[in-house]
């Protein structure tokens, strides 16, 4: 089994950071990823990442966040930078043991209980 802990989300104004962290307790998974969910909308990704360190991006956050994972310590982190208004929603850590790590909610199985980020303007 595999848990999943976040921790990091807050109230910020615009331009500024949070660093998001996802805590991971059980098996190893192979893919991991950050995904966010505004009101009214549907869960979107935002970035993942896979056990060789390859990483995908939502367009919308190119350039601004960056997705890390330390495995001593198994913790998946998300800095976020220049933040917008736009970037406001319940931010989930995701895993997954499949080989092959999809871009969306349907290729996770795991998830923790979700963090919220508020991004003021």
């Known amino acids: 089994q595999v848990q999943l802990v976040e921790s990091g989300g807050g109230s910020v104004q615009a331009g500024g950071s949070l660093r998001l962290s996802c805590a991971q307790f059980?098996?190893?998974?192979?893919?991991m990823g950050w995904f966010r969910q505004a009101p009214g909308k549907e869960r979107e990704g935002v970035a993942i990442?896979?056990?060789?360190?390859?990483?995908i991006y939502a367009d919308s956050v190119k350039g601004r966040f960056t997705i890390s994972k330390d495995n001593a310590k198994n913790t998946l982190y998300l800095q976020m930078n220049s933040l917008k208004p736009e970037d406001t929603a319940m931010y989930y850590c995701?895993?997954?043991?499949?080989?092959?790590?999809?871009?969306?909610?349907?290729?996770?199985?795991?998830w923790g209980q979700g963090t919220q980020v508020i991004v003021s303007s």
């Open positions: 059980g098996y190893s998974t192979y893919c």
């Open positions: 995701a895993a997954d043991y499949r080989l092959g790590c999809v871009f969306a909610p349907r290729g996770y199985n795991y």
């Open positions: 990442i896979d056990s060789n360190a390859r990483t």
